[in-house]
């Protein structure tokens, strides 16, 4: 049949070809009055619908890409397929028997096999491997569905085939009803290496189907010990009817439910969307041997459409393992219209869809997506997560990374719930978190190589980056009072006597002052000085270190802040000082803790640290008095 097509038949195609059902297969269509619908375009990104369709008058036109004309355009621009094409394809779908012009051979065909061909072939070839799934040698790929629980009547819907392991079943059928070795090499079906053979052997499969439920192409799984090919998955590769970037597994059945709620469910694989879809969550599809990309985001937001904006919701069931994280990092990257728009359901165990349905049932998945969060706030407190929060520099680390990530939100109404968001996280007060987010917006967005250095510093760019944790000077102002309680304990050991019982290590924030009270410790303590005139020689001695031997001497020489010989009272005002500011320190430890538990789901834990809290003030207050009392 190549006679060039009849104009009669082309006018009954348009005629009975309804435009609003065809365009209804690839975008989500709603009211716009007059007669008129609309939805966001198909050939352009767009974030609001400018995409029209008047059914009464058989044409579409979008305003933003200026894309239109009647079904058989629709049909020829969104598959590419030339006018004979189209035609041929609305006529099978509307049942037009086309009529053609006698013994005319013109064709305005390209190049290579039909779509239409090509769609039948997938459809024989589904046929074909469905029926091989009840034979014997299909027992290990039932035994496979069972195992992930998946009965007979489940693998019928989702139409799972078996590909015996001879080499060449599937062209010899496919040859038998007529199909070309060309036609079914561009379909991907088959290769030829010295002789055709089939590209799928001995695999379990799933077909591919595009919205309108037409199988495009195979998923095939390994499940035979001695399959020469070792990858767990194969796929179609790229054919003039399966694009990977844009072929999303399970659209066909999730496609209405998707308009209906507004919302899609990403999942990793097919087993994944067959759990979903048993399970309840009917809008579950997956990506086909590739990463979710930006096609692929498009195609979801032209079925997820909702209003004048696009307000739907897009949920990624990710595994909570570093790949997992990592693509919810990578789609953090993309199209940040999108991203405001997309959730994230981690599954605490980390189990996927499929091994949570088995392990705990149908309202387990469900659940899963329920729990979904913001992907704002999934990378949030992964950055957040790297940080041992109960430590103050560290908070100052976390809340500097977070506030940077929170800056680069382009969504303003947002920024400042997440600002708030992440102060919660890190246990810091709103407003530390707002400036930081301010100051991180007024650096603009940083660059990798841009780290530790500030703007108005005088760095140069090919200056090395600032170290992470430099050690700071000993004259630091912070550390005055340590400094000086040393310079005490090295030249007046007799004076501070007993007084320095209650000091521990961690009075020390310095890492050098802490290393020389570590010495003085070791040493028996300022009591050990006592009297004895070499006691200075014998810490400075001791030291391995040579900037703790060289503070050593420092504290040795420098003159007290005392006109008077140090006595007891100076001594006890740095002591209980010291001391004091210790407890501060813990106190602002547990109360970032303390902001960072729920009260609700962890009373027992919150209720403990209130108490622990009010004992630090108490204690606080102790110190307080005696420092007071000894100046
Ligand atoms: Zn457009």
């Known amino acids: 049949m190549t006679g060039l097509i009849r104009e009669e038949s082309i006018a009954e195609v348009r005629e009975k070809a309804r435009i609003d059902e065809v365009v209804a297969e690839h975008v989500t269509l709603r009211n716009a009055g007059g007669g008129s619908m609309k939805g966001l375009c198909p050939f352009h990104d767009e974030k609001s619908p400018s995409f029209h369709v008047t059914p009464s008058r058989g044409f579409f036109h979008c305003f933003g890409c200026q894309a239109g004309g009647d079904v058989i355009k629709f049909v020829m621009d969104i598959d590419a397929l030339s006018f004979a094409e189209a035609v041929e394809r609305l006529a099978d779908k509307y049942g037009v028997q086309l009529r053609r012009e006698e013994g005319d051979v013109r064709d305005d065909r390209p190049k290579g096999p039909q779509r239409s061909r090509l769609i039948e072939a997938h459809k024989v070839a589904q046929q074909f491997y469905a029926e091989q799934l009840g034979t014997s040698d299909a027992l290990v790929a039932r035994q496979f569905l069972a195992e992930r629980g998946f009965d007979q009547a ?52 799933w077909p591919i189907r595009d919205a309108s439920g037409d199988t495009i192409g195979f998923g095939a799984r390994r499940i035979f010990d001695d399959d020469r090919i070792d990858a767990k998955y194969l796929n179609t590769s790229e054919t003039p009817i399966y694009k990977k970037s844009q072929v999303l597994y399970g659209i066909d059945l999730a496609r209405k439910d998707m308009a209906r709620s507004s919302q899609a469910v990403v999942v990793e694989g097919y087993t994944d969307v067959m759990a979903c879809h048993l399970a309840g969550v009917t809008t579950a599809v997956a990506t086909c041997g590739t990463a979710f990309g930006d096609e692929h985001a498009r195609v979801l937001r032209r079925f997820v459409n909702d209003h004048e904006e696009f307000r ?152 090395p980056p600032a170290p992470r944790n430099p050690v700071p000077d000993l004259r630091d102002p912070r550390f005055a009072l340590e400094r000086e309680t040393l310079k005490l304990v090295i030249q007046h050991p007799m004076a501070i006597g007993r007084t320095t019982s209650d000091i521990g290590v961690e009075d020390f924030t310095h890492p050098v002052y802490r290393a020389v009270w570590e010495l003085v410790a ?110």
């Not at 998945?365 to 560290?394: C, H, I, M, Q, T």
């Not at 020689?537 to 001791?542: F, I, Q, S, V, Y």
């Not at 109360?591 to 606080?620: D, I, W």
Request: charged fraction near 30%.
């Open 154 to 205: 489940s693998a019928e819907t989702f139409g799972i085939g078996f590909a015996p392991r001879d080499g060449d079943a599937l062209f010899k059928h496919l040859r038998q009803k007529a199909f070309s070795q060309e036609e079914l090499v561009t379909g991907g079906l088959v290769a030829v290496g010295r002789s055709a053979y089939d590209r799928f052997r001995g695999r379990l499969l």
């Open 522 to 631: 070791a040493a028996g303590g300022p009591v050990a000085g006592s009297g004895d005139a070499t006691w200075a020689g014998r810490l400075r001695d001791a030291a391995t270190d040579p900037a703790v031997s060289s503070a050593i001497s420092a504290l040795g020489v420098e003159p007290i802040r005392t006109a008077k010989e140090p006595d007891a009272a100076y001594v006890s005002v740095h002591v209980f000082r010291l001391l004091e500011l210790t407890t501060m320190r813990r106190i602002a430890d547990l109360k970032s803790r303390l902001q960072r538990t729920n009260p609700v789901e962890h009373a027992v834990e919150y209720n403990r640290m209130f108490g622990e809290l009010a004992a630090l003030e108490q204690h606080r207050r102790t110190l307080q008095e005696r420092t007071v009392g000894s100046s």
């Open 312 to 463: 739907g919701e897009v949920i990624f069931a990710f595994d909570g393992d570093a790949a997992g994280q990592k693509a919810a990092l990578r789609t953090f990257s993309g199209d940040q219209n999108f991203v405001s728009q997309t959730y994230v359901a981690v599954e605490p165990d980390g189990l996927d869809p499929c091994d949570l349905r088995i392990r705990q049932g149908d309202a387990a998945v469900r659940e899963l997506v329920a729990r979904r969060v913001p992907l704002y706030r999934f990378v949030l407190s992964n950055v957040v997560g790297k940080y041992d929060l109960d430590r103050a520099d560290s908070r100052v680390d976390a809340l500097r990374e977070g506030a940077r990530l929170v800056s680069s939100i382009r969504d303003r109404s947002k920024v400042d719930a997440f600002a708030r968001e992440l102060a919660g996280m890190i246990g810091v007060d709103v407003d530390q978190a707002r400036s930081e987010v301010r100051r991180a917006a007024a650096r603009g967005p940083a660059k990798p190589d841009q780290r530790g250095s500030r703007r108005g510093e005088p760095q140069q760019a090919e200056a």
